[in-house]
């Protein structure tokens, strides 16, 4: 790929993400860097450098662009990277539930991610994929909840640690934290988030400042919650005002 240019002819503040060329092609998004560049300021990227769209700020704007061009289909690319926060290498903590199921699907291949999980419909779909070591966690299944719960299940998370957890939650609220329902499940929760480094909840809308029996953890030990792309600024605030990194999801195409 060549080096490209872009010129502001009128801009505020801009956002220029960009990643090196991986060695199996495609951005090494693990590498990639942010920028927050002033309304002076042009930016050239290197030939087989990636980037992301330009992010604008305050006002709308207008670049000039300068590229070479042969007119093959090389000339331009665009691929779809995974969620940053989940990087190349690293363990994850997958709870049970319809929503973890489908981070569990959405996880991209051939990264050397490790999946720990209860849930056995999770390992199973990651198991008929390429790239993933998988570790499900004994114990009794319950059949209410789809995953394993109990001692030996605690007992075997004790030996384990994460990069990333992913609990399953009940309810979330900004000021008193993450609940839930059923009191051995919302332990196993507990001691998911002590064996990791990093815990993102992500919740549907009416779990959000909902009422549940058991807490599972204090909000300041949730780093990452995605919301829904419909909910409302003050609330996705609400969260941001204790220290979470609040994400909105992308909305669903009809």
């Not at 290197?46 to 300068?66: C, E, I, K, Q, Y």
């Not at 299944?141 to 990069?163: C, K, N, S």
Request: aromatic share 6%; charged share 20%; with cysteine.
């Amino acid at each position: 790929f060549s080096s490209q240019t872009f010129v502001p002819i009128y801009i505020g503040k801009w956002l220029v993400v960009v990643a090196p060329q991986a060695e199996s092609g495609g951005p090494a998004v693990e590498r990639a860097e942010a920028f927050l560049a002033s309304p002076e300021q042009g930016v050239s990227y290197r030939p087989n450098t990636w980037h992301s769209g330009l992010n604008v700020f305050d006002r709308v704007a207008r670049l000039v662009v300068f590229m070479w061009l042969d007119g093959t289909p090389q000339d331009e690319e665009a691929v779809a990277v995974p969620p940053f926060m989940v990087r190349e290498g690293q363990v994850l903590l997958i709870d049970t539930g319809s929503t973890n199921a489908a981070i569990a699907s959405a996880l991209p291949e051939r990264m050397g991610l490790t999946v720990i999980t209860n849930a056995p419909d999770i390992a199973l779909a990651l198991y008929e994929r390429e790239g993933f070591e998988i570790l499900l966690l004994g114990g009794r299944i319950d059949p209410r909840l789809g995953g394993t719960v109990g001692a030996q299940t605690l007992q075997e998370l004790h030996r384990v640690r994460a990069d990333l957890c992913f609990p399953g939650a009940c309810a979330i609220d900004a000021d008193s934290g993450l609940w839930g329902f059923d009191s051995e499940e919302s332990l196993l929760k507990r001691a998911m988030i002590e064996a990791s480094g990093e815990t993102v909840v992500v919740a549907t809308s009416d779990k959000l400042g909902a009422v549940a029996t058991h807490r599972i953890a204090q909000i300041a030990e949730v780093q990452h919650l995605v919301v829904e792309h419909a909910v409302g600024r003050q609330l996705r605030a609400a969260f941001g005002a204790r220290g979470i990194s609040v994400h909105r999801a992308e909305p669903v195409a009809d």
